[in-house]
């Protein structure tokens, strides 16, 4: 849970595409989040998962713009 004045990395959206890349070729979610300095392994999880149920769409970074 994000605490107050926390601040949150953006990743662009090719780093993302290359942690999905990884992960299809067999890699584990801490190995991508290590090799991609990433802050941590969960943040790769949770990219896979959007991508498996959205697509490419549910990688975007939607935080402040409204639906």
């Not at 067999?26 to 790769?44: F, M, T």
């Given at each position: 849970?994000?605490?107050?004045?926390?601040?949150f990395?953006?990743?662009?959206?090719?780093?993302?595409?290359?942690?999905?890349?990884?992960?299809r070729?067999?890699?584990?979610?801490?190995?991508?989040?290590?090799?991609?300095?990433?802050?941590?392994?969960?943040?790769?999880?949770?990219?896979?998962?959007?991508?498996?149920?959205?697509?490419?769409?549910?990688?975007?970074?939607?935080?402040?713009?409204?639906?």
């Amino acid at each position: 849970m994000a605490t107050k004045g926390q601040v949150f990395k953006p990743y662009p959206f090719e780093l993302k595409m290359e942690a999905i890349r990884l992960n299809r070729e067999g890699w584990s979610h801490k190995q991508i989040a290590e090799h991609l300095d990433v802050h941590d392994k969960d943040c790769v999880k949770i990219g896979v998962r959007k991508y498996r149920e959205q697509g490419s769409n549910g990688l975007m970074d939607c935080r402040g713009n409204p639906s």
